[in-house]
Structure formats: structure tokens, C-alpha cells
């Protein structure tokens, strides 16, 4: 099995910055009862303006003190997490990259970009809307990460108006949870949308990444799939290397269901992350994000399809593996849904699989003395993000709908980090 997992240092240097983040956001006092109450209204009142009709997403929410903390003490701490577990299985799959130079648009109060410091980059530039977000994220980068001041490049600036790119080049350009906010009432957001990216893509050195995060909610991450297909459709260089296990466009958009993608990290919450998702009536059990990331082309060689040296997971069964697997059917790709149950009782996962297109592994219901054993178990312990490849299955009615027979093998690829 492949697992992600972080070194010791890396470890200890996020929570060195988590534990700056969260001082900056209680003003460098340890929250009382009466403050922590007071942060979680206002967070509610974010999450609330955030969705449904969204009145926040226009407005300059983090110019605004009590918005700007309350934003630090919960969504600064949770996107801090989940870049830090995109970025941890970018790098388990291409173990070759680095990131020294980090473009962060429509940053925040940094969380991305410290991400990107626990994994090694030295030099950032963030740009946003809020200068006062701006100025929290220089003082955390500061403080928290050690950077140098003259490493740290800062652009007030709103993405939606007409401005010069900063000049790179950056062996990363990242977004998180600030796509959905841009054009979100123009009917040509996409269009919009793509534009912006495409002119961040002209300042990552061959070679480099683009990271995209989104909330795992319909109304943000199915625009980002549809934003994914047409970036690779107009950009033939450009590589999809993650999650996705291929480049072909997405199946989850052409499903009847209008299901969608995304990531879902284990994790134990920080103590005031916990109490303030409580008061707020917030699920933060788990970590979910739906993300994709592009790699752009070298200069010397174009793009090329994934291999197995490259990528573990996106390549196709070699005879070795087919020899070893003398089976009906399997299935080799990425988890992405949660345990789906038929009328029959029968517990389903969808698989994308490296070909594009999408599969069914499904088990009988859990019967028996030693549930534990059974193929349902098997799915119900599968989690979505998982890379998997399950061999010995049973074709059932359906295309790419594989069953789960006593001698039929699940065998995980990579699993995503936990925290």
C-alpha cells in the first residue's frame, strides 16, 4: 500500500504555524468561554452568508475585524489541512516535486501558501481583495514560518478586475475555496473563470503545478469539474496528475445523477475548530474538498500520458498483474462516492478508473458470523479518495460493474494522509 504520510519535521512545522494562526485569531490570548461564544456566532453567520444566497461572497467579509477572526480560528485551520493533504499526494505520486516559488490567488489570510511552506516552499506572492487578510498572512508567514520578509510578496488586489498577472515563474499557483466567488452571478463564469487560469498558467515554470480546491458542495464542485474538462480541452500541454487517475474528461459530469467529486481526509480536529463547529451546528468530523491539479509541460519533452514510474495509480494492469489476477473482471482507479445501497441491500462504491470511464464495485449485504470478512465490510472501510485495484470479480449486470466473491482481492494503491 501506498500511504501518504508527512515526516516528523514536517509534523511539527505545522503545528508550530497552526498554533500561530489560531493566537492570532483569539489576539494572542487564550480564548475564554465568553470569546469563543462570540466567534462562533459570527461563524455561523459567515457560513450562512457563504451559501444559499451567498450575500457574503461579495462583500469584503475578512475587512472586517470579527469576520477576519473567526475566519482564522475555523476555515483557516481546515483549508490549512487540506491543501497540506493535496499537496502530500501530489508529492507521493511524483516524488520529484518540488515547490520553492508559490503563487497564491485570492489568498486569504495565507492558509495555502503555509501549506506550501510545510512543503518546502521558501518564497510566496499572495494575492487578494482584502489588504488587511493580506497583512494577517505576512505576519503569520513571519512568525509562524520563519520566512524573510523580503521572500514574501503581497498584491491587493481583486481578482475580477483587470490587473498584470505577477511575474513568475512559481513551481506553484494555488486557489482554495476562492474560485466559487469569482463572476459566481455571471451566466459566462466558466468562460471568466478559465481565462484567469489561463494567464496564472503562463507564469508556472515548465513543469510546475496548479492546484485548484473547492468546498465539496454541488454548487462548487461540479463547476470545478466542468472548469477541469475545458482547461485540458483548450490546453493540450497541460496534464490532469491528481486525483484523477487519467486525463480524459470527467465521467461523474456526463452521470444522469448529477453526483459529484471530492476528497474526504480523517482527521482530529483542533480543540477550537471542534467547539466551534459544535456551536455552529457544523460537521467537522472529517475534512472534504473536491480538487484538482495540472502539471504544465516541460520544455524539452511535451506532455505525456501517465506511467507507472509517474504514477502508480493511472496506469493500466501490466501482463504481470493480469497474470496474477486470472479473473473475470477488475478494476484499478479512484473511490468516489461514499457506500451506496440498492434495493436488494447491496452495498455499492463508484470507481473512476484509469480509463475514464466509471465502474461499479458492489458486495452482497453483510451476512454471516464474521462480518468483518465479507466483501460489504470491504466497501464500507473503503473511504473516497482511496486508489484502489480489486481483482477476482464477478461481472454483474452493467458496464464496468464488478461483484465481490470470497477469493476476489482489494489491494490499495494510495490512500490520501490523515491527520
Same mark, same amino acid.
Given at each position: 500500500?501506498?500511504?501518504?504520510?508527512?515526516?516528523?519535521?514536517?509534523?511539527?512545522?505545522?503545528?508550530?504555524?497552526?498554533?500561530?494562526?489560531?493566537?492570532?485569531?483569539?489576539?494572542?490570548?487564550?480564548?475564554?468561554?465568553? +470569546?469563543?461564544?462570540?466567534?462562533? &456566532? #459570527? @461563524? =455561523?453567520?459567515?457560513?450562512? /452568508?457563504?451559501?444559499? %444566497?451567498?450575500?457574503? $461572497?461579495?462583500?469584503?467579509?475578512?475587512?472586517?475585524?470579527?469576520?477576519?477572526?473567526?475566519?482564522?480560528?475555523?476555515?483557516?485551520?481546515?483549508?490549512?489541512?487540506?491543501?497540506?493533504?493535496?499537496?502530500?499526494?501530489?508529492?507521493?505520486?511524483?516524488?520529484?516535486?518540488?515547490?520553492?516559488?508559490?503563487?497564491?490567488?485570492?489568498?486569504?489570510?495565507?492558509?495555502?501558501?503555509?501549506?506550501?511552506?510545510?512543503?518546502?516552499?521558501?518564497?510566496?506572492?499572495?494575492?487578494?481583495?482584502?489588504? +488587511?487578510?493580506?497583512?494577517?498572512? &505576512? #505576519? @503569520? =508567514?513571519?512568525?509562524?514560518? /520563519?520566512?524573510?520578509? %523580503?521572500?514574501?510578496? $503581497?498584491?491587493?488586489?481583486?481578482?475580477?478586475?483587470?490587473?498584470?498577472?505577477?511575474?513568475?515563474?512559481?513551481?506553484?499557483?494555488?486557489?482554495?475555496?476562492?474560485?466559487?466567488?469569482?463572476?459566481?452571478?455571471?451566466?459566462?463564469?466558466?468562460?471568466?473563470?478559465?481565462?484567469?487560469?489561463?494567464?496564472?498558467?503562463?507564469?508556472?515554470?515548465?513543469?510546475?503545478?496548479?492546484?485548484?480546491?473547492?468546498?465539496?458542495?454541488?454548487?462548487?464542485?461540479?463547476?470545478?469539474?466542468?472548469?477541469?474538462?475545458?482547461?485540458?480541452?483548450?490546453?493540450?500541454? =497541460?496534464?490532469?496528475?491528481?486525483?484523477?487517475?487519467?486525463?480524459?474528461?470527467?465521467?461523474?459530469?456526463?452521470?444522469?445523477?448529477?453526483?459529484?467529486?471530492?476528497?474526504?481526509?480523517?482527521?482530529?480536529?483542533?480543540?477550537?475548530?471542534?467547539?466551534?463547529?459544535?456551536?455552529?451546528?457544523?460537521?467537522?468530523?472529517?475534512?472534504?474538498?473536491?480538487?484538482?491539479?495540472?502539471?504544465?509541460?516541460?520544455?524539452?519533452?511535451?506532455?505525456?500520458?501517465?506511467?507507472?514510474?509517474?504514477?502508480?495509480?493511472?496506469?493500466?494492469?501490466?501482463?504481470?498483474?493480469?497474470?496474477?489476477?486470472?479473473?473475470?473482471?477488475?478494476?484499478?482507479?479512484?473511490?468516489?462516492?461514499?457506500?451506496?445501497?440498492?434495493?436488494?441491500?447491496?452495498?455499492?462504491?463508484?470507481?473512476?478508473?484509469?480509463?475514464?470511464?466509471?465502474?461499479?464495485?458492489?458486495?452482497?449485504?453483510?451476512?454471516?458470523?464474521?462480518?468483518?470478512?465479507?466483501?460489504?465490510?470491504?466497501?464500507?472501510?473503503?473511504?473516497?479518495?482511496?486508489?484502489?485495484?480489486?481483482?477476482?470479480?464477478?461481472?454483474?449486470?452493467?458496464?464496468?460493474?464488478?461483484?465481490?466473491?470470497?477469493?476476489?482481492?482489494?489491494?490499495?494503491?494510495?490512500?490520501?494522509?490523515?491527520?
Amino acid at each position: 500500500m501506498h500511504a501518504v504520510q508527512f515526516t516528523k519535521d514536517q509534523i511539527a512545522f505545522a503545528a508550530h504555524i497552526l498554533h500561530q494562526a489560531t493566537a492570532l485569531a483569539c489576539g494572542n490570548q487564550h480564548p475564554d468561554h465568553r +470569546t469563543i461564544e462570540k466567534l462562533g &456566532q #459570527t @461563524l =455561523l453567520s459567515l457560513q450562512r /452568508g457563504f451559501t444559499g %444566497s451567498r450575500e457574503k $461572497i461579495a462583500t469584503s467579509y475578512l475587512q472586517r475585524q470579527n469576520y477576519l477572526s473567526a475566519y482564522m480560528a475555523y476555515y483557516w485551520p481546515v483549508s490549512f489541512h487540506q491543501v497540506l493533504g493535496a499537496l502530500a499526494e501530489i508529492k507521493a505520486r511524483y516524488p520529484q516535486a518540488s515547490w520553492t516559488s508559490v503563487l497564491d490567488l485570492g489568498s486569504g489570510p495565507g492558509p495555502a501558501a503555509a501549506a506550501a511552506c510545510v512543503m518546502g516552499a521558501s518564497r510566496v506572492t499572495l494575492v487578494d481583495a482584502s489588504s +488587511t487578510a493580506l497583512q494577517v498572512a &505576512q #505576519t @503569520l =508567514l513571519m512568525q509562524g514560518a /520563519g520566512m524573510a520578509a %523580503s521572500h514574501i510578496s $503581497i498584491l491587493p488586489q481583486n481578482l475580477e478586475s483587470i490587473f498584470s498577472m505577477p511575474e513568475g515563474p512559481f513551481d506553484l499557483a494555488v486557489m482554495c475555496h476562492a474560485l466559487n466567488e469569482l463572476w459566481h452571478t455571471q451566466p459566462d463564469a466558466l468562460e471568466r473563470r478559465t481565462v484567469l487560469l489561463e494567464r496564472a498558467l503562463e507564469r508556472i515554470a515548465p513543469g510546475g503545478v496548479l492546484l485548484l480546491m473547492e468546498p465539496s458542495a454541488h454548487y462548487a464542485s461540479r463547476p470545478l469539474l466542468a472548469l477541469r474538462d475545458l482547461l485540458l480541452e483548450r490546453n493540450p500541454s =497541460l496534464r490532469c496528475i491528481a486525483p484523477c487517475p487519467h486525463g480524459a474528461p470527467c465521467p461523474l459530469l456526463q452521470a444522469e445523477n448529477e453526483r459529484t467529486c471530492f476528497s474526504e481526509w480523517q482527521w482530529t480536529p483542533p480543540r477550537l475548530v471542534e467547539r466551534l463547529a459544535n456551536l455552529a451546528g457544523l460537521d467537522k468530523s472529517s475534512l472534504k474538498a473536491a480538487w484538482v491539479a495540472f502539471q504544465t509541460a516541460k520544455l524539452s519533452t511535451p506532455a505525456a500520458p501517465m506511467t507507472d514510474e509517474a504514477n502508480p495509480v493511472s496506469s493500466s494492469a501490466t501482463s504481470e498483474q493480469a497474470h496474477r489476477c486470472p479473473v473475470s473482471l477488475s478494476l484499478r482507479g479512484r473511490v468516489v462516492s461514499d457506500p451506496l445501497r440498492n434495493k436488494a441491500g447491496r452495498i455499492r462504491r463508484l470507481v473512476c478508473t484509469e480509463s475514464g470511464k466509471l465502474a461499479t464495485l458492489s458486495a452482497p449485504p453483510v451476512t454471516g458470523q464474521d462480518p468483518a470478512s465479507s466483501g460489504s465490510a470491504a466497501l464500507l472501510n473503503l473511504q473516497r479518495g482511496d486508489c484502489i485495484e480489486a481483482c477476482r470479480l464477478e461481472p454483474r449486470p452493467g458496464a464496468l460493474h464488478g461483484g465481490l466473491l470470497p477469493d476476489s482481492t482489494i489491494s490499495f494503491l494510495l490512500r490520501p494522509p490523515s491527520f
